[in-house]
Each structure stands twice: as C-alpha cells, then as structure tokens.
C-alpha cells in the first residue's frame, strides 16, 4: 500500500486520511479545495495491507478518514489503532465480495480477465469522462498492476479474518454507482446511508468531504 502526502505542514493539528480505492490515485482528490490547517495523506495501490500505527499520528487532535469503493475494506484492515474523529464511507462497504452487500464475484473475476487483456480501469466507463477525476500529478497504474491489486483484493477480502468495524459516521451512496449496486449499500448502511445524486466516482461532487470536516 502506497502512502502519499498531498499536503503537510508541522503545524497543523487535523488530517484528511483518504483511503482510495481500486486502481485509483491521488489524481482523484488533488482538485479538491481542501481547507487550511489541514494535512492530507491518500493511501493507495492495495496490493498489500499496511496497518497505520497511532503512534505515526500521534500528533493530530482530529483524523477525518474518507473510504472511497474498496478502500472502506481497506481501511477495515489498515485503521484500526486510529482515534477517527470521522470515519466517512463512500460508494463501499465493508463486504465488497459479498452478493448481499457489495459486487458479485463474478464480477470481480469478470473484471480481472478484461483489465488482464484489454488494459485500463474496467471500472470505468470511458464513453462518459465526466465521472472521473481529471489527469493530475501522479503516474497511472500500468494494466499489471492494476491485476495484480484487484486480485489481491478480491482473494484477501474473502479469506482474511474479519475485523472489528470501524466508527463509521456517515455513509454517501451514489444513485447511479454502477459497481457497487445503491440497493446493496443501502442494506448494509441502514440509517447511516446517505444518497447523492453521482456515479461511482465521487469526488466531483466536494461537500461529501469539504462538509464533513
């Protein structure tokens, strides 16, 4: 898992923690008008689990975690030691592999063998770019390594021991996701849920993260 700092300065006290999803990068949040007297880190490229240590972040008095698609897994995994201020799920859930909860296997190994022979973000619709994140500072995943995440995600959110969940506040859940189904989510997140009217990428869309800090 790849750890990146958008922005840091020593003397801010509260940090925006994103924890991205599958083949994503901080391209996907750098546009974003973050607040002064923040830090941002993005944790990305999940082709490994790497637990964040609170004695790393012992230094803030308020840690704002976002979870974006199979990063609120990850961050399941990867966040447990963190004193969460907020703990903010987006278009995800705990059980990304699970037909009542998240995506259908089939999906996952459907998704696998196109990236594998066809290259890019299966993910994605590329007929509609208005969805995504424009081009930023950081290098794209190759088609490999974007295999080699989600096969690592998908074979690890299966077999790994669960973990106690995560405070989570809120939930946002896009109407029109059209990889983790809305109905899905809705059942897992119950009162939490929260719609919005976007796709599966959601960060044209600021005040899920700008209102919640």
Known sequence: ????????????????????????????????????????????????????????FARYERICLFAWSFGVWVAEQSCQELPLYRAIAINGTPYPASAQY??????????????????????????????????????????????????FLAEACQTLPEQPHLPWHRAYIATRDEIFPPDRMRAYWGERGQDFESYHFPFYTPEIVLGEL
């Open 102 to 151: 998240g995506l259908r296997l089939k999906v996952l190994q459907r998704t696998i063998r196109s990236v594998a022979t066809l290259g890019g973000n299966a993910f994605k619709d590329e007929s509609t770019p208005e969805k995504y994140a424009p081009a930023g500072d950081f290098e794209e995943p190759t088609a490999q390594q974007q295999v080699e995440e989600l096969d």
């Open 1 to 56: 898992m790849k750890q990146t700092w958008l922005y840091q300065n020593p003397e801010n006290k509260s940090l925006i923690l994103f924890m991205l999803g599958w083949g994503a990068t901080p391209n996907a949040v750098q546009h974003l008008p973050f607040p002064a007297g923040y830090d941002v880190l993005c944790c990305y490229d999940h082709r490994s689990l790497t637990p964040l240590k609170a004695a790393d």
